[in-house]
């Protein structure tokens, strides 16, 4: 029997009080006790099988490679922005948030610089997609590493089409054409979906590569100066507003990012600018999505890019990329977590449970064999290379994320298809971005 | 005995212990009791409004504290067309509302004050709107009211009423509507048993007298119930045009302050330029701009209790 003596307890204590007082001046709990949890926010994917993938089998994956468990949280794209901001205010919350388009921008004073990550991922990788080089990149330092890149194309319904004259995998080249096709399906009931909503991704992938397309952009190769009240805007947004009453669900004002795939998947629009969830949704559940004939909708399913316009044809594909967290107290772990969550064997998973939703941030990911599965893909494969990003003809900088989270581009062609004047949409955006570009 | 004598004495003599003392001073134990308050008042309300007033004459930004810049904020805020649709729908939202919530809270109030089967019932039932989280119920309505898939759309067809759909959410008045029904809907039940609350301190006598005397349903509410009902009516509106002013989860979720910034209210552009954006101060400002109207309905409000205090 061990006997307890009063120096024994003397000793005990003053260690644990030693302990104790050294715990609360890291602030920390002791590591033994603690373990290292990497806090990872995301949005919840559109392709629910990746979210599966990540938290049953890359988090235990991850958990016995680096010793850290990962803890996955998922949440609405649309809130992101702001738990980014109570995080980074509060000095407390997830160590690594993927943020969508530019909102990384916003935040550059509040990470961590992963130069040192990202350079090595874009040289191992074949090199990164321009978006996601100008997302992630604030001309001096990597802000965040480059996650991957959801391409937008529209996808419509190759039946309904074929009827007005598309037939053998055809579509309107031209917005013209787009718009007559769109007219004609409308008096069928069949509209064109699009969101022209406060919303993270369909919106703004259409707004921007649509007013480019017209010859309009925000602001000169400078970053600063607004040309955006230009002769070619304004007769985008004429367009707009007959092409929207014309061959649009003029519903499409309120829609968020899901909308247009239950209406798409319900058989209540023709076609609609997204990425391939909808194409994806009805592949995993072909006996649930059917077309008015009985068939599996799945394989009514097309998909092209968006027209073109007078200035040329573009797209914007939303990139993801991931912050580490300035206030985050695991930093060193948080970067090991991220150099091998990037790794090529581990993103590979990842990468071909999203059956080409998303592309990767580097080029390499175009080789892939996974493209050789499912021509209907192949548009997305590599939809990235011809993406711009958000702020062009200038940097893609805070304030081009700022004009992004205020909707301005969007509700310059909301205002107008509500009723606004097109002169008067244009100058009161034109307004709005001089304010942010001041 | 000698020694119990002794014991008595002294402690009849010695002074009470000091906590003992503190204790029976009433306004050093009033201090006491208050002190949790005074502490939560300070950590929620005192210390984050002041932190919005430091934050709104700064240039903050998430993440970066920023300099003074004075009443620069409001200046530009002042001068931001969004802001102004903010307050004009913020108090066209808030007028609206009330006047309906009261109108059809009264309505509720009377029926419910009358002598009927399943009484009881009725009552809990109509609180169901008030207790359901609000989030909650106004995704039911955004349900309801979706632009491809609205039930009521397809109700309203079902039942010859319309021909082609209405655009709920799409169309700026509409969606301005719309927010303003669910405000409603989730505002009358606390209208409903507050008045019923006050309904029922009027004596029964005084209408029986009044109708004995021959006075008609209609003049027996106008100068008997109305006046009598008027103090908890007036606490009731007050409390709630504060509550609605500052309205943010329906708009929220129902809009998003969309279609192009059509319903935003002071709560949501707050949130949208303040959280969302990242530009705190901006945020902080407008949030502060709403701060003069509802000073000035707490002042109202603080005067008529007195008022009927000393009454």
């Known amino acids: 029997m061990t006997t307890v003596t009063r120096r024994h307890v003397l000793k005990s204590g003053t260690a644990l009080v030693g302990g104790m007082a050294g715990i609360l001046a890291t602030g920390r709990a002791p590591a033994f006790a603690q373990g290292t949890t990497v806090h ?10 990746s979210d599966q993938l990540l938290r049953n089998e890359i988090a235990k994956e991850g958990e016995k490679a680096l010793g850290i468990k990962l803890n996955i949280e998922t949440i609405n794209a649309n809130d992101i922005q702001a738990r980014v901001t109570s995080a980074i205010q509060s000095g407390s919350g997830p160590d690594v948030i993927c943020v969508l388009n530019n909102w990384g921008q916003l935040y550059g004073e509040s990470v961590i610089d992963v130069s040192d990550i990202a350079e090595e991922l874009g040289k191992g990788q ?8 100008a997302v992630a990149n604030d001309g001096k330092k990597w802000i965040a590493v480059p996650w991957c890149i959801v391409g937008l194309q529209i996808a419509y319904r190759k039946s309904w089409f074929a009827e007005i004259g598309y037939t053998d995998g055809k579509f309107p080249q031209t917005w013209e054409e787009y718009r007559e096709a769109g007219k004609k399906l409308k008096a069928k009931g069949r509209p064109i979906g699009q969101t022209l909503g406060h919303t993270f991704g369909d919106a703004p992938a259409f707004a921007y590569p649509y007013l480019w397309s017209w010859g309009g952009k925000e602001v000169e190769a400078d970053g600063k100066t607004v040309v955006l009240n230009s002769p070619a805007t304004v007769e985008s947004v004429k367009f707009m507003v007959a092409f929207w009453k014309d061959a649009h669900d ?3 004002l309120a829609w968020d990012d899901s909308n247009n795939n239950r209406a798409f998947l319900s058989g209540t629009c023709s076609a609609t600018l997204n990425g391939a969830s909808i194409y994806i949704e009805a592949l995993r559940k072909p006996d649930t999505y059917k077309t008015e004939a009985g068939g599996q909708l799945k394989d009514d399913i097309l998909h092209a890019a968006l027209p073109k316009g007078p200035g040329g044809q573009f797209s914007y594909h939303v990139p993801f990329s991931n912050l580490l967290m300035g206030y985050s107290k695991n930093q060193d772990a948080a970067k090991k977590f991220l150099g091998w969550i990037h790794s090529k064997d581990v993103y590979d998973k990842w990468f071909v449970s999203q059956k080409g939703f998303s592309v990767g941030p580097t080029t390499d990911w175009e080789k892939h064999k996974l493209w050789g599965d499912d021509p209907i893909m192949l548009p997305y494969k590599q939809a990235a290379r011809t993406g711009r990003f958000a702020g062009y003809q200038g940097p893609s900088t805070r ?29 009161w955006a034109e307004a709005e971005l001089t304010k942010v570009y001041v | 005995m000698a020694i119990s004598a002794v014991s008595a004495t002294t402690l009849r003599e010695a002074p009470p212990p000091r906590r003992q003392r503190l204790l029976e001073d009433e306004r050093w134990l009033a201090f006491v009791l208050l002190v949790p308050t005074i502490v939560l008042l300070g950590m929620f309300i005192a210390y984050p409004f002041i932190r919005g007033i430091l934050l709104s004459v700064t240039s903050s930004r998430v993440g970066m504290p920023g300099d003074f810049v004075g009443l620069a904020n409001f200046y530009k805020i002042f001068n931001d067309g969004i802001f102004r649709t ?21 309505w509720l109030a009377m029926l419910l004050n009358r002598n009927f089967r399943g009484k009881a019932f009725t009552r809990a039932f109509i609180l169901l709107p008030f207790i359901i989280p609000t989030v909650l119920s106004t995704f039911a309505w955004k349900w309801m009211f979706d632009p491809t898939f609205s039930v009521l759309n397809w109700l309203l067809y079902h039942f010859g009423l319309i021909t082609g759909r209405i655009n709920w959410l799409g169309d700026p008045d509409l969606a301005m509507i719309s927010i303003i029904i669910v405000n409603i809907w989730r505002g009358v039940p606390f209208f409903a048993i507050s ?5 029922q301190t009027i004596s029964p006598e005084l209408n029986e007298a009044a109708a004995v005397d021959g006075a008609k349903p209609w003049q027996r509410f106008w100068h008997i119930t109305w006046p009598l009902l008027l103090p908890v009516t007036m606490v009731v509106v007050l409390f709630s045009v504060i509550q609605t002013f500052a309205d943010f989860q329906i708009v929220y979720v129902m809009t998003g302050g969309g279609p192009a910034n059509a319903t935003h209210l002071f709560a949501t ?24 109207v509802l000073f000035l309905v707490v002042i109202i409000q603080l005067l008529y209790i007195r008022r009927v205090e000393v009454r």
């Open chain 2, 269 to 292: 552009y707050a949130y949208q330029i303040g959280i969302g954006t990242g530009l705190l101060s901006e945020g902080a400002a407008i949030s502060l701009a709403m701060f003069p």
């Open chain 1, 126 to 133: 074949g090199g990164f997609y321009e978006t996601s080089r």
């Open chain 1, 40 to 49: 990872w926010l995301r949005w919840t994917d559109f392709v629910p099988a």
């Open chain 2, 195 to 199: 008045l019923l609350a006050g309904l």
């Open chain 1, 399 to 427: 304030k081009a994320a700022e004009v992004v989270t205020k909707y301005i581009i969007i509700d310059m062609y909301a205002k107008a298809v509500q009723g606004m004047p097109a002169e008067d949409a244009v100058k």
């Open chain 2, 86 to 106: 903010s307050v004009y729908n913020t108090f066209v939202y808030t007028g609206v509302t009330t006047v309906f919530k009261l109108a059809l809270g009264l």
């Open chain 1, 250 to 252: 003029e519903g499409g």
